[in-house]
């Protein structure tokens, strides 16, 4: 074979290659999962959400079945501009997104954006960074799950319709700058209620005895009294207390039974966002902020420059298997 034919079929041959696009969220995700994917794929970032309701209006046509109107968000053109040349130059497109309502909802407007259609097996996702993770999920794309998609949206028109009706009376009646929103709402009545039962609450008086019991080459041990009479104790006042002593003084006691028993103490269950964020608050002194935005960074691997170590921190937190055995081989 010539020169000529042999760089004509190299040509030929680069030219036949399908060349993927998978859009996620943010860079560092982009980075970690463009290790795992061939020369076939290129990753782009959309920087989280690319479509939203506007912020100077209402957005959210009442009387036309609460149809929302989205804008794009400012600030987002040059990153739509760029995924739209790269769509162009593409043969397939999959959205990874994150694995949520949240995520779910960015692909679907990135789907409209980007002319793609979402009815195609255009979506990819998948609850771990690994090696395997990835592979597998760009190997089984689906549809955008619109259900997802309209959970999210009413979520967001119904955010819209509470916040912008109820925070102009927050300003107005307590401080300017206040939002009331679905989330803000429902806490202030529980904080209310709690607070109603607490001034509600009426005191009661109660005592208990605890004994400290000794016999010579023994060691000493307490004991707390449960029944006197043969009845469940109650003591409400320091009389009914002075009244018992004087009767238990002076008098022998004896240990009557001693029953031993086996007591399983299970792990304590993965991390939930809340319980990691109360944990680390607890320990570390870390703000909310601060704490998902570390566990963000397992996940995504940067901090090790290899695997993502936990998976989808919406679903739960755990270290991912393959992780483990890698440990355990060592």
Not at 10 to 36: F, H, M, Q, R
Not at 151 to 157: G, H, K, S, T, V
């Amino acid at each position: 074979m010539t020169k000529e034919a042999n760089r004509a079929f190299s040509n030929v041959g680069c030219t036949n290659l399908s060349k993927t696009l998978v859009i996620v969220e943010s860079p560092a995700k982009a980075k970690s999962i463009g290790k795992y994917l061939g020369r076939n794929y290129t990753v782009k970032a959309s920087m989280g959400h690319v479509r939203d309701l506007p912020k100077s209006q209402f957005g959210v046509d009442v009387d036309q079945e609460f149809s929302p109107k989205y804008i794009t968000i400012r600030g987002k053109g040059d990153i739509i501009k760029d995924l739209r040349l790269a769509v162009k130059k593409a043969d397939k497109i999959l959205l990874a997104s994150d694995p949520d309502r949240e995520g779910e909802a960015i692909a679907w407007h990135l789907a409209k954006l980007l002319e793609i259609d979402d009815k195609s097996a255009c979506r990819i996702e998948f609850n771990e960074i690994t090696k395997n993770a990835i592979q597998q999920a760009v190997k089984d794309p689906r549809p955008i799950d619109l259900d997802r998609v309209n959970a999210q949206q009413a979520r967001r028109i119904l955010d819209r319709l509470v916040g912008y009706n109820l925070s102009p009376l927050l300003w107005r009646k307590v401080k300017k700058g206040l939002s009331a929103g679905r989330v803000q709402s429902v806490a202030v009545r529980l904080i209310c209620d709690r607070e109603e039962e607490i001034q509600a609450f009426v005191p009661e008086e109660y005592w208990s005895l605890t004994g400290k019991f000794t016999k010579p080459g023994k060691n000493a041990f307490e004991a707390k009294l449960n029944k006197y009479k043969n009845k469940k104790i109650e003591i409400p006042n320091q009389g009914a207390m002075d009244k018992i002593l004087a009767e238990l003084k002076g008098i022998s006691y004896v240990v009557s039974n001693v029953t031993k028993k086996e007591k399983l103490r299970n792990p304590a269950a993965p991390f939930t966002t809340s319980s990691l964020q109360q944990e680390a608050s607890r320990k570390l002194n870390f703000t909310s902020r601060k704490t998902m935005v570390v566990a963000q960074q397992l996940y995504e691997g940067i901090e090790l420059g290899k695997e993502g170590l936990w998976v989808w921190l919406h679903i739960f937190v755990q270290i991912q298997p393959g992780y483990l055995k890698q440990l355990w081989k060592k």
